[in-house]
Nanobody, 124 residues
Framework: QVQLVESGGGLVQAGGSLRLSCAAS????????MGWFRQAPGKEREFVAAISWSGGRTDYAGSVKGRFTISRDNAKNTVYLRMNSLKPEDTAVYYCNAVKVYASGQFRPEYDSWGQGTQVTVSL
C-alpha cells in the first residue's frame, strides 16, 4: 500500500491559483493510477481528477475541467494538482489516493484509509 501526504493548500481569493502536492512512499508508486478527491463541509467526498500510470491520460470532474491540471513525477513519487481560476465552491479539504478505474467511467479511491488532506479555502 502507498502512504500519502498532501500539502500546498491555503487561503486564496477567487480567481487565484494554488498547486497541491501529494508525496507518496512505496516503491510501486509508478504502477498506481492516482487521483485527487475533495470534501467540502457537510458534503460527501467527491472525485476531482485522475492520472494514469505514465501520465499519458488524465480525467477530470466536470466542475474543474479546464481550470485544474493533474500531473505526476514518478521519479519523485509525487502527484500534483494545479488549480487555476479558483472559485468559492472549490473550498474543501483535498486528498489524494490511488484510483480504481471502472468501465463505466467512474473513478473511486483504491484505499479506504486517507491522509490528513490539505485545506483549500477560496474567498470572494
Amino acid at each position: 500500500q502507498v502512504q500519502l501526504v498532501e500539502s500546498g493548500g491555503g487561503l486564496v481569493q477567487a480567481g487565484g491559483s494554488l498547486r497541491l502536492s501529494c508525496a507518496a512512499s512505496g516503491r510501486t508508486f509508478s504502477t498506481y493510477y492516482m487521483g485527487w478527491f475533495r470534501q467540502a463541509p457537510g458534503k460527501e467526498r467527491e472525485f476531482v481528477a485522475a492520472i494514469s500510470w505514465s501520465g499519458g491520460r488524465t480525467d477530470y470532474a466536470g466542475s474543474v475541467k479546464g481550470r485544474f491540471t493533474i500531473s505526476r513525477d514518478n521519479a519523485k513519487n509525487t502527484v500534483y494538482l494545479r488549480m487555476n481560476s479558483l472559485k468559492p465552491e472549490d473550498t474543501a479539504v483535498y486528498y489524494c489516493n490511488a484510483v480504481k478505474v471502472y468501465a463505466s467511467g467512474q473513478f473511486r479511491p483504491e484505499y479506504d484509509s486517507w491522509g490528513q488532506g490539505t485545506q483549500v479555502t477560496v474567498s470572494l
